[in-house]
C-alpha cells in the first residue's frame, strides 16, 4: 500500500526521491548553464520554449509575439525579446547644462585650463552615433523627473514602480509596490533568476527603490561587501579596497568601486537586467565642489565606453543588450546649482541617452529631440517591452529603442 506521501515503501521513496533529484538536476544544467556546445542564444530560446510550454503556450509564437498593450505602431517588427537583456546606468544629480553645454562659465570661471579640459567627448561623439541623447532645453527637448520633490529616493521609486510614488524624501523607507525587477523574477515569459536581475549601487537607500520585500533579486548597495559566489581575487580586491576608502559623505562607496564590481558581474554572469547606480556627483554638487563634480562626470564618460566596449566585446550578448543612462534629477541654477529639490528652479529636467543594435541602424536619431515629452515613468514600460511583457503603468514605451520603423 502506498503510505500517505503516495511512496511503496520509505527506502523505495527515498531512493525515488534521489533518482528524481539527480535527473532534474542535470536536466538543469543542460537546459541552462552546462551545455558547452550550444551559444547562449539557443540556451535562452531553449529556456522560453521550455517555459512557454510548462505554461501550456505555444513556443513558436513567442519570439515573434507582440504583446497585448504594445502601441499598433510598434508592432511591425521586433527585437526577439527571448535574448534581451538591459543595461541601465544612472548618475546622481548630473545637470542637462553639463551634458549638453559643457563647464558652466558661472561657475567653472575659477577653473585651470586641466579642469575644464572637455569631458562627456565619448557620449556626445561615438555613443551618440549609434543612438539617442535627449534632454537638451537648448533644443526645446522636455525630459522630466516623475515625482513632486525632484530628489533622489523618490525618483529611483517612481521609476522601478512605473508611477509616481508617496514618497517625497531620502527618508521614506521601502517602496510599498512590486517593482520592475521584482516582475522580471516573477512575469510568464520573464522567470529570471535572483542572479540575473541585479543592482549595484554606489548609494545604499537604493535597495530601497528596486524591491518593495527585500530578497527576490541580487541587491549589493552600499559599501557593503558584494558576494556571488564567486572567490576570485579580483572580487576579494574590489570587497578589500572599498571598506578602506570610504567617501566623506555618509551611506556609500565611491563611484569607481561600483564600476569595477558591475563590470566583474557583468562578465561572470551576463545578467539579464542589470541597474548600475552612480552616487559621487551629486554628493559633490551637495558640496559645491564645482571641479570634482566635473571630474566625476569625466568617469561616467570614461566608465560608459568602457561598459559600451565590454558588452560589445561579449558577441551574442552584446548583440541584443539594450544601454541606457539617465540621471535622477538635475541641480539649480548658478548659485543654486548645489541644490536641487521643488523650490529649486530647472532641478526637475533630466536627460537621457539610449542604445541597441536597433538605434545603431537609425543615423536620424543623432539628429533631433524625442519629438515628444519624455519622463521617468517611461523607463519601465521600455524595458518590459524590450523583454516582451505587457508595459504597465501610465508611462509610454520609447519605440526608438524597439520598433524597426518609426
Ligand atoms: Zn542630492
Not at 205 to 213: F, M, N, P, S, T
Not at 360 to 388: C, Q, S, Y
Amino acid at each position: 500500500m502506498p503510505n500517505k506521501h503516495g511512496c511503496l515503501s520509505r527506502s523505495r521513496c527515498v531512493l525515488l526521491v534521489f533518482t528524481c533529484a539527480v535527473l532534474l538536476s542535470a536536466t538543469f544544467a543542460l537546459a541552462f548553464s552546462g551545455s558547452r556546445n550550444k551559444s547562449k542564444i539557443e540556451q535562452l530560446r531553449a529556456r522560453v520554449e521550455a517555459q512557454s510550454l510548462a505554461q501550456g503556450r505555444t513556443p513558436a509564437s513567442l519570439a515573434s509575439s507582440i504583446p497585448s498593450g504594445i502601441p499598433a505602431e510598434l508592432a511591425t517588427e521586433w527585437l526577439d525579446p527571448s535574448i534581451a537583456n538591459v543595461i541601465l546606468v544612472m548618475v546622481d544629480g548630473v545637470r542637462w547644462q553639463e551634458v549638453f553645454r559643457g563647464i558652466d562659465p558661472d561657475l567653472g570661471a575659477a577653473l585651470n585650463a586641466e579642469e575644464t579640459a572637455p569631458f562627456f567627448e565619448w557620449l556626445k561623439g561615438k555613443a551618440l552615433t549609434q543612438g539617442f541623447l535627449w534632454g537638451n532645453l537648448d533644443r526645446g527637448d522636455d525630459v522630466r523627473v516623475a515625482n513632486p520633490s525632484w530628489k533622489s529616493l523618490p525618483a529611483y521609486q517612481s521609476i522601478f514602480a512605473g508611477a509616481t510614488q508617496p514618497c517625497i524624501s531620502n527618508s521614506c523607507g521601502r517602496v510599498p509596490v512590486t517593482t520592475l525587477q521584482e516582475r522580471l523574477v516573477d512575469a510568464n515569459g520573464a522567470e529570471f533568476t535572483h542572479d540575473e536581475v541585479v543592482t549595484i549601487a554606489s548609494w545604499e537607500k537604493i535597495a530601497l527603490a528596486v524591491e518593495h520585500e527585500e530578497g527576490k533579486s541580487f541587491v549589493n548597495t552600499g559599501i557593503k561587501d558584494l558576494a556571488d559566489g564567486g572567490s576570485d581575487e579580483e572580487l576579494a580586491a574590489i570587497n578589500r579596497e572599498q571598506a578602506k576608502d570610504a567617501p566623506p559623505w555618509s551611506d556609500a562607496r565611491f563611484d569607481r568601486y561600483t564600476f569595477r564590481h558591475a563590470l566583474r558581474y557583468l562578465k561572470k554572469h551576463e545578467p539579464r537586467f542589470m541597474f548600475i547606480s552612480f552616487d559621487d556627483a551629486d554628493e559633490l554638487g551637495h558640496l559645491n565642489k564645482y571641479s570634482e563634480y566635473i571630474k566625476s562626470l569625466r568617469f561616467y564618460d570614461q566608465a560608459m565606453r568602457t561598459l559600451v566596449e565590454t558588452v560589445d566585446g561579449m558577441k551574442e550578448y552584446g548583440e541584443s543588450t539594450t544601454i541606457l543612462l539617465t540621471t535622477d534629477h538635475g541641480r539649480g541654477l548658478k548659485g543654486e546649482w548645489i541644490g536641487h529639490g521643488s523650490g529649486i528652479a530647472g532641478s526637475d529636467r533630466v536627460w537621457i541617452y539610449g542604445r541597441n543594435n536597433l538605434t545603431r541602424t537609425k543615423p536620424e536619431l543623432i539628429k533631433g529631440g524625442p519629438g515628444r515629452p519624455i519622463n521617468h515613468l517611461d523607463i519601465r514600460p521600455t524595458v518590459e517591452a524590450l523583454f516582451g511583457l505587457k508595459p504597465q503603468g501610465p508611462g509610454k514605451v520609447i519605440s526608438e529603442l524597439i520598433a524597426k520603423q518609426k
